[in-house]
Nanobody
């Protein structure tokens, strides 16, 4: 069982930065691939970024590549999403998720994740 709690969301202006954190409980964090997804009103939940168990591999959606950075600290059971040069279209609820399947690779699909946080709202004004 993994419990995930996101924090760090807020209201910012276009061009600003935010850093989201996701604190995980349970002993499986370091063996889990972690992902960030987002969901805007009326839209499907979409992939943002994922990071492998070790942190050596990261993948991003094209829409955030070069602006967002995912990282993790396994000693703190925490995954981060640094978001720079924010745009109004980044406005959404951001969720972190854990993929615990043994032997798996990081996934771009929301269906590949077993545990989800409650989400944190990010609003970017123009």
């Amino acid at each position: 069982q993994v419990q995930l709690v996101e924090s760090g969301g807020g209201l910012v202006q276009a061009g600003d930065s935010l850093r989201l954190s996701c604190a995980a409980s349970g002993r499986t964090f370091s063996s889990s691939h972690m992902g960030w997804f987002r969901q805007a009103p009326g839209k499907e939940r979409e992939f943002v970024a994922t990071i492998s168990r070790s942190g050596r591999s990261t993948y991003y959606a094209d829409s955030v590549k070069g602006r967002f950075t995912i990282s993790r600290d396994n000693a703190k059971n925490t995954v981060y999403l640094q978001m720079n040069s924010l745009k109004p279209e980044d406005t959404a609820v951001y969720y972190c998720a854990a993929r615990t399947a043994v032997g798996s690779s990081p996934s771009f699909s929301k269906f590949g994740y077993d545990y989800w946080g409650q989400g944190t709202q990010v609003t970017v004004s123009s």
